[in-house]
């Protein structure tokens, strides 16, 4: 969906780096989440943040970091990458406004490889 | 953990038949489900969603059931076709206040024999 970009779309990177991959929506949603998915897996929830100073950790944040720079623009860093944080990364938002329904809107993902 | 699962991981059906995906869940207070379709290198899409005060809800050649006695979530694919093989997943939310993200299940991959 092109309302949520997600930079860079593919990234390889080794041991101990610092990454930070970059999502941005058009939406105009107030909400805005990272999704960690390995292969043959669901979503795994990383991060959440409903709106510019809220953020919430997620069922798998250990080894992961959030800012939330605007509203549009959410970006999840890997402060020192490991192997085992090989997989894909989505980004998603939702309208806050919708309440209990509230669809969330997917990115095209970037798929990480640590070596 | 996740209180949404599914009881089948792979499903395999004929082009032109029927397909139905199922998905079980915990918590008697959700009150909202969506089903999302995952094609391979993308992103999870919205296909349909249903609110707790409904037990069908009909899109174009998807209908969603919802049995609140068993707590059971499905998704029929009417004359399935190749460009329905992908990943399923059906997700909740449990927040009568919407402040909590949706839960996702494992999903579904969905195999369509030409």
């Known amino acids: 969906d092109a309302d949520v970009t997600q930079t860079p779309r593919n990234r390889i990177t080794k041991t101990g780096k610092r990454i930070m991959l970059e999502c941005s929506q058009t939406?105009?949603?107030?909400?805005m989440y990272w999704y960690r998915q390995d292969p043959g897996l669901g979503l795994q929830l990383i991060y959440y943040?409903?709106?510019?100073?809220?953020?919430n950790k997620g069922e798998i944040s250990d080894g992961y970091s959030v800012s939330r720079q605007a509203q549009a623009k959410f970006s999840l860093s890997l402060e020192s990458a490991i192997p085992n944080q090989t997989a894909l990364y989505f980004c998603?938002?939702?309208?806050?406004?919708?309440?209990?329904?509230?669809?969330?809107?997917f990115g095209p993902g970037t798929r990480l490889t640590v070596l | 953990g996740e209180s949404v699962g599914l009881h089948l991981p792979t499903l395999s059906v004929q082009e032109g038949d029927n397909s139905i995906i199922n998905c079980a869940y915990s918590?008697?207070?959700?009150?909202?489900f969506i089903w999302y379709k995952q094609e391979s290198g993308k992103g999870p899409q919205f296909i349909i969603d249903i609110r707790s005060n409904m037990d069908k809800r009909q899109g174009q050649r998807v209908t969603v059931l919802l049995n609140k006695t068993v707590k059971h979530l499905s998704l029929q694919i009417a004359a399935t076709q190749p460009g329905d093989s992908a990943v399923y997943f059906c997700?909740?939310?449990?927040?009568?206040?919407?402040?909590?993200?949706?839960?996702f299940g494992k999903g579904t991959r969905l195999s369509v024999i030409a």
């Open positions: 998603a938002t939702s309208d806050g406004s919708a309440g209990l329904y509230n669809e969330q809107f």
């Open positions: 939406k105009g949603h107030d909400r």
């Open positions: 918590n008697s207070a959700s009150d909202y």
């Open positions: 997700a909740e939310n449990f927040s009568n206040s919407g402040n909590t993200p949706l839960v």
């Open positions: 943040s409903f709106d510019v100073k809220d953020i």
